[in-house]
């Protein structure tokens, strides 16, 4: 009797019921892949060569573990199942490292190494970010296959480890190995999403660029008794510059930074958003950042710009000196609206008008920024799965025309030519990057059941319409 969508969605469910999909999360997580660190490129690669496969090769795929052309960068496997050279290929991406674990910063000595259950929350490094929804994806082409029997089309797994510290060597990878990459479509799980009620896929993400404001005045310092009110104060003149940027209440006042001609499509996308107030979630404050912008427009479709760090003189042992030099580092997000590489000039010329130029801007060459990315809302394959979305869980998605935070999205879509898709399956609280990250099991076993009826989709349909 031939399979059916239903049939695929329950498989993927019992995978999550009888305890198998649990298991195989702990054998990823038991992995320390903490790419921050050199010293744990062997696990790195112990997670490409020797975990990951066994979950891939008994569905046919065949694996490459392939070197990093960047030499800060690990490995990346790229598995590989063609059932019809004809049909349409799906590159499925996932990351496999993980931020530093914090071990003794987890609360009631959880260890960030294994996963520990307490109610609806699975703790453990790597639960949400990113190993626990790769393996979703995973284990929901595993039901869908032992549905059907076949696919119905054909899957690129491509596993990386180093986008924690902004995979470094990924496109010079990619445009190396574009054949072995090529695909009709990027799907990705990565991410919280706006609710615990409701599917979502968001098209891109926002870009982030890094800089530092110096100012230099003396190599010195001198005191503050004797030089006080005669030599120029390095941190006062800095936190003027600062206050040019924005205003009080965190408007931005650089207005080349602002996005222009942002498409009617994407406000009304952003719009359309179901947001949910979450206990522990910080909800930010109204008369913060762009007057008359609502939240969701400020995060997803508007700049942004935080001081991420600041110095002058010694604070942990403050000297009755006049300081020569003060430094800060900011960080503008922004969406494809705004050129990254307009941001720096324009501060420039801002500075400059208000009477700065002695405050310099140094570039920070910080491997952890991503170009900003954004794939058209009206693409095809985005209605295929946004329609499959809403198939399974009788709801309609959010979609988001990108992300608040970054990634290496558009590193895909520009050399591969391919529209790009996430589709997120943990929650704002879950702690991502932090002690005690955390997911939510009712929401990892509808990723399971939404991911096997979408792959069901696809091989149905083989390729949108």
């Known amino acids: 009797m031939p399979g059916t969508r239903s049939g695929a969605v329950a498989r993927a469910h ?22 921050q660190i050199a010293e744990r490129l062997p696990d790195l690669r112990r997670y490409c060569e020797a975990t990951i496969p066994p979950l891939l090769t008994d569905m046919g795929f065949a694996i490459q573990v392939l070197d990093n052309p960047d030499p800060r960068g690990g490995p990346v496997l790229l598995a590989t199942r063609i059932e019809n050279p004809s049909a349409s290929t799906v ?7 993980v931020v530093r674990g914090l071990a003794p910063q987890w609360s009631n000595n959880r260890d960030p190494w294994a996963v520990s259950i307490e109610g609806d ?23 869908t296959l032992a549905e059907r029997g076949s696919l119905g089309f054909n899957v690129k797994v491509m596993i990386e480890t180093g986008e924690e510290v902004g995979s470094p060597g990924l496109a010079e990878f990619l445009e190396r190995h574009r054949d072995l990459c090529a695909a009709d479509v990027f799907i990705a799980l990565d991410g919280p999403r706006q609710t615990t009620f409701l599917p979502e896929v968001f098209l891109g993400a926002r870009g982030a660029v890094a800089f530092d404001l110096v100012v230099d005045f003396r190599a010195t310092e001198h005191h503050s008794g004797h030089f ?5 104060d390095a941190g006062f003149v800095l936190a003027h510059a600062l206050s040019t940027i924005v205003t009080p209440r965190g408007k931005i006042l650089v207005e080349d930074w602002l996005p222009k001609n942002v498409p009617a499509a994407v406000t009304e996308a952003i719009d359309a958003l179901t947001v949910e107030d979450m206990p522990n979630v910080p909800q930010g404050s109204a008369d913060w950042g762009e007057p008359g912008l609502s939240r969701p427009r400020r995060v997803y479709g508007w700049t942004s710009v935080i ?11 403050p000297t009755n000196a006049v300081q020569g030099r003060a430094r800060a580092r900011l960080q503008v997000r922004h969406t494809v609206d705004l050129p990254a590489e307009t941001i720096v000039p324009a501060l420039r010329r801002h500075l400059d008008a208000k009477g700065f130029g002695m405050v310099k801007v140094e570039e920070i060459m910080n491997r952890a920024m991503f170009p900003a990315s954004r ?12 329609d499959s979305l809403a198939r ?3 709801r309609k998605p959010n979609v988001l025309p990108n992300s608040s935070g970054s990634s290496p999205t558009e590193l895909f879509r520009q050399i591969l030519g391919v529209p790009a898709i996430w589709i997120p399956n943990s929650y704002p609280g879950c702690n991502q990057h932090g002690p005690d990250e955390h997911a939510l099991a009712p929401l990892l076993r509808e990723g399971l059941g939404l991911m096997a009826g979408l792959w069901w989709d696809i091989g149905e349909k083989n390729a949108p319409a």
Not at 91 to 97: E, M, Q, R, V
Not at 375 to 386: A, E, F, G, L, Q
């Open 375 to 386: 794939t058209p809302p009206d693409d095809p394959w985005v209605k295929t799965v946004v």
């Open 228 to 232: 006080g009110g005669v030599l120029d």
């Open 392 to 394: 399974s869980s009788n």
């Open 307 to 317: 001081l991420l760090a600041m110095t002058c003189g010694h604070p942990d042992a």
């Open 14 to 35: 019992a995978i999550f019921d009888d305890g198998t999909y649990l298991q195989r999360l702990r054998d990823l997580v038991a992995v320390p892949t903490e790419s």
């Open 91 to 97: 590159l499925l991406y996932g990351h496999g490292d």
């Open 121 to 143: 929350r699975w703790y453990g490094r790597g639960t949400v970010d990113n190993k626990g929804q790769h393996l979703i994806a995973i284990e929901a082409l595993r039901a």
